[in-house]
Each structure stands twice: as C-alpha cells, then as structure tokens.
C-alpha cells in the first residue's frame, strides 16, 4: 500500500503546545488521569540502561483527549491513578514499539500494563509495512518532520532542555490520530478487533520471556549441547540472571552467553578445570568459580529426560519445506497486504516445520484465521503430506 496516497488528511492533529506541561505532584497526577475516564491514554517513557540490568527511568510522557503532559518518575510511581490506569484493560493505552515502555513498566512499577495498543503493529496491519520508524509514519501521515536531536541526550538530568521537552511531548502528540487513522483502515478491512488482541498477545509473550528458567532457550548457539548440557546451561542462565537482577549489571558484563555455552559444553568439577576453559575470565573465576562448579554439579546430576531443549537451526530438508510452506503464508501475506514478518515470524514457522501439527500453534486462531482461510487447505495438505 502507498501510505502517502492515504495520509491521514481527515484526522485532526493537536498542534504542538505553545508551552509545555508539566505534572509536579501525584493527586494533581490522579486529577488529571480522571479528566477524560475511559478514554484511550497516549503514553510514552524516557530511560537510561547504559550499564544497568534494570532500565531507569527519566520521564512519562502523557496525552488525553488533546491534551499533553510530561511527568517525573518519582511523581508517575506515586500516582494511585497511574497506576490504576496502567493495568485498567478498559482503558487503551496508545504506545509505539512498546516492548521497552512495557519491560520499564515491569520492572520499575513491579505491574504488567493491559489494554495495551502498540500502533507500530497497528500500522503494520494497515499496510504500511512492518517494523516502521515512529517519525517516518508521523511524516508520511502528517507532512511533519520530526526533530530527533534529543533522541540520546540525558533523560536524567534535570531540568530537561526545550529541545528535550519538545521531543518528548512530540512523541506522544501523534499517536491518538495515528490510533484513529489505523482503526479507521482495519474496521474496513474486517480487522477491528485484530490490533488489539495482537497488542495483547505481543504483551504476554515479552512478559513470559523474562521467566529465567526460559531464558536459556533463547542462547541458540546451544543447540548442540546434549540434554545433559543443556540441563546445566540452564542452571548456568538462571544463575545469571539473577545475579544480574542482584548486582544490577547487564548480562555480559557478568558472563557472556558464548561462556555459558563453553562452561556447559565442558563440565568442569574444579575451578582449576573451569580456569581452563578458553575465555573465561580469571577474576570470574575467583568471584564465582565455587558457585558454577556447583551448578555444573546439579544441572548434570539432575533427570533432563523432559528437558525442552533449543530448537536447532532447519535441515537441508527442512529448510526446503520451510520454502513451500512460507510460499503459501506469503500469498495469504500478499492479498491481506500485511507483512509476512507479522503474519508468520521465522521463529514460529520454523516450530510449525519441526512440529508439523496445526492443533499445536497459534496460526488458525483469532484475526490470523480470517487472513489464513483462503490457503488454509492448501496449508493443512502440505503438512499431512
């Protein structure tokens, strides 16, 4: 689809504020929240993870009904009615790109946002192509070129500069018109409910991620490891994440995934045994070495039989099927005019080529079923085949 033959002409656009709002206490906050209940919340944040585990935050930028307002953290964290809002499923809340306000959400408020709408999947399903920059969308529907100067800056010094404040509110002042251009698209398209269940179903899976007995699904270079190896690798995951979430540090800079990998593969008893292992640090070593020696211990000495294990990149014949059957889900792709990369991502394709049995996944349920149903035949043959 051509967006620009479709800009958003009809939608009003609030215009930038002369001066910029802030809230300063939490029961001007709870005010504020209460001036329009129900209403879709156009919501956005700022943070700093430079050398951090836990993002922190720098700013909450809100807008409702027209109106636009930027919020420090220490006044939004004790907002009763911010928090109310964030988890009412009532009450939408317009974001883009939202995997990192949602994990900020998580982790600083200790809440899982519902009713959540991320209008980068919105425009998506509009035809506008998947994975679109916020400001090429704002320019492409709105004719205004946003100013991304501020985009890196210190987000937590105070006082914020014109430019940052300016950004910031900039952020949040389009997406209530982009909400109601999308919606406008999908309700005639037959998709009116699709945005919002596929927000919520993005949602839960960013959540779900973050279990640490998962999380060493995701080192896919450990696909070689045996069930026993990969047993201690997840011991090794868990372990990390934790003491990441304990000392507050980013993942590598506690223990590097291919080291996990290489400790696992190795099963050192010693530390004399573990200092051999190539690449791992020596301070490592003397920090941790008594704590991965009994780790290696307990995930090798423990029944991996119903492990689930990595999934291994596709065989030669696999990747041939893998052909056949993304031919089919890009046609369905095509006449929807909705991204592939939406409608079937890699990763879940690829489970449906190593588990060839519908009832097991997601693809004929909700909106995916209405886009799927012209080669749903087609689909269901190949995979009996």
């Given at each position: 689809m051509d967006i620009s033959a479709q800009a958003a002409?009809?939608?009003?656009?609030?215009?930038?504020?002369?001066?910029?709002?802030?809230?300063?206490?939490?029961?001007?906050?709870?005010?504020?929240?209460?001036?329009?209940p129900g209403k879709p919340l156009a919501l956005d944040t700022e943070f700093e993870?430079?050398?951090?585990?836990?993002?922190?935050?720098?700013?909450?930028?809100?807008?409702?009904?027209?109106?636009?307002?930027?919020?420090?953290?220490?006044?939004?964290?004790?907002?009763?009615?911010?928090?109310?809002?964030?988890?009412?499923?009532?009450?939408?809340?317009?974001?883009?790109?939202?995997?990192?306000?949602?994990?900020?959400?998580?982790?600083?408020?200790?809440?899982?946002?519902?009713?959540v709408i991320d209008l980068q999947i919105g425009a998506a399903m509009a035809g506008a192509g998947f994975s679109l920059g916020y400001a090429r969308l704002v320019e492409t529907l709105f004719g205004e070129v946003l100013d991304k100067s501020a985009t890196r800056s210190d987000w937590l010094a105070r006082p914020l500069s014109d430019a940052q404040q300016r950004y910031a509110i900039d952020d949040i002042r389009f997406l209530e018109p982009m909400h109601q251009w999308v919606s406008e698209l999908l309700n005639a398209r037959g998709l009116?409910?699709?945005?919002?269940?596929?927000?919520?179903?993005?949602?839960?899976?960013?959540?779900?991620?973050e279990n640490p007995d998962n999380h060493y699904l995701r080192l896919r270079g450990g696909w070689t490891l045996s069930a026993q190896q990969q047993g201690v690798l997840k011991e090794l995951v868990r372990w990390r994440?934790?003491?990441?979430?304990?000392?507050?540090?980013?993942?590598?800079?506690?223990?590097?995934?291919?080291?996990?990998?290489?400790i696992a593969e190795n099963l050192p008893g010693s530390q004399k045994e573990l200092s051999n292992i190539q690449g791992v640090p020596s301070g490592?070593?003397?920090r941790f070495g008594d704590t991965l020696i009994e780790l290696v211990g307990r995930g090798s000495t423990a029944d991996n039989s119903d492990l689930e294990r990595i999934a291994p990149p596709l065989s030669r014949e696999q990747q041939a099927?893998?052909?056949?059957?993304?031919?089919?889900?890009?046609?369905?792709?095509?006449?929807?005019?909705?991204?592939?990369?939406?409608?079937a991502p890699r990763k879940r394709l690829e489970k449906v080529v190593q588990v060839p049995d519908l009832a097991q996944h997601e693809f004929f349920q909700g909106w995916r079923a209405q886009i799927l149903a012209p080669v749903r035949a087609d689909i269901e043959e190949l995979l009996t085949s």
């Open positions: 002409t009809a939608v009003d656009v609030p215009p930038a504020p002369d001066s910029i709002q802030w809230v300063r206490d939490p029961e001007a906050l709870n005010h504020w929240l209460d001036r329009a993870r430079v050398s951090t585990f836990y993002p922190i935050p720098g700013l909450v930028q809100l807008g409702l009904d027209g109106e636009f307002c930027l919020v420090d953290p220490s006044v939004a964290e004790q907002s009763r009615r911010f928090r109310e809002v964030l988890v009412d499923s009532d009450t939408p809340k317009l974001l883009y790109a939202m995997s990192e306000d949602l994990e900020l959400f998580r982790q600083w408020l200790g809440l899982r946002p519902a009713g009116a409910s699709a945005l919002v269940e596929e927000s919520a179903r993005f949602a839960n899976e960013l959540a779900g991620q994440e934790l003491e990441c979430q304990r000392l507050d540090r980013p993942r590598n800079r506690v223990m590097a995934d291919a080291l996990l990998i290489a490592a070593v003397r099927f893998y052909k056949q059957l993304k031919r089919l889900f890009m046609k369905a792709s095509q006449e929807a005019d909705i991204p592939i990369e939406l409608l």
